[in-house]
């Protein structure tokens, strides 16, 4: 008889109370949450159908015509020329950024480092201009100056002299 108990109260311990202290359940929910029945597999498969096509779809969105090479129309030779045009214009900043963003953290490095780098070389120009500029006023003030005490040498020199 002890044996049954013991071993009732052992596999109880086991099976509620050391699974409650190993793997603590959270909190039950509120009253009036009302749960959802589980999915079929037909289900199942259908959600993540439609999962998936909206995830492409998403990325076709994104990527846009311009990044696809294998989708171009066969164009006449008028079009070329057109295309050509409008290829020569570089994309913004701000447009350079969304698409390296959309490209994750690989396309984004090269694309914030270009960055920086030309506000780097555009400081460093802006600078460089300002000294030059900041230099040339200098020597204009010192000859101004030179050639406003240079006649008054002068007359104080034949000043002196007479």
């Given amino acids: 008889m002890k044996l049954k108990v013991v071993y009732r109260k052992v596999s109880d311990y086991i099976r509620y109370d050391l699974k409650e202290i190993v793997l603590p359940s959270s909190l039950p929910d509120p009253p009036h949450v009302v749960k959802r029945r589980k999915l079929t597999w037909h289900e199942r498969f259908l959600v993540l159908k439609e999962a998936s096509r909206l995830y492409a779809a998403s990325w076709v969105r994104d990527i846009g015509p311009e990044l696809r090479p294998n989708d171009y129309k066969k164009q006449g030779d008028a079009e070329p020329k057109k295309q050509a045009k409008e290829t020569e214009n570089e994309p913004s900043v701000l447009e350079d950024l969304a698409v390296a963003a959309r490209g994750g953290m690989e396309t984004l490095r090269p694309a914030l480092h270009r960055l920086y780098m030309t506000r780097a070389s555009h400081y460093k120009d ?30 104080d020199k034949s000043k002196k002299t007479t």
């Fill in 126 to 155: 802006a600078l460089a201009s300002f000294i030059k500029g900041y230099h040339e006023g200098l020597q204009q003030v010192m000859q101004s100056k030179a050639e406003s005490e240079a006649p008054a040498d002068e007359s």
